[in-house]
């Protein structure tokens, strides 16, 4: 599993983009890593509008790949599969349920331009009540 000191100075690459590492949570005996990043719903708009979005991936899913100095998700009796590539500033066009990294992965909108990613295999688990209040995201 990967050390705090290296989830804290590397990054996330994931759906093309770069998240850092936020915390760790405990849901269901479980630790999940927390990944966020902030940015800017559409360049096209004329107020374009902050969007907070969050990665949460079991802990020990997580990777360091020396080469890159980046994180890396593969799934137990995965491999690391490809990234997905996508057009910056396109958040709300993107798929709902898609594949990334070898992993399917769920995307929620969430109240005030909050996304939220969690691997499908875990979704159930992660908006229980537990995993909610574990991640802050009201019932």
Partial sequence: MVDDEILSLSVLQFAG????????????????AVFARTETETEAKLRPELVRMRVVVP???????????TLQLVAPGGTAGPSRRRAAGATMLEPEEFRDQGIEWHRLTL?????????????????????????GIPS
């Fill in 111 to 135: 109240a005030e331009k909050h996304r939220l990613y969690v691997p499908k295999r875990e979704e159930a688990r992660l908006l229980s009540t537990e995993g909610r209040t574990a991640l």
């Fill in 59 to 69: 802990r020990d899913w997580v990777e360091y790949e020396e080469a890159s100095d």
């Fill in 17 to 32: 983009k770069s998240f850092d590492y936020e915390s760790t949570v405990s849901v269901g005996g479980t630790e999940y």
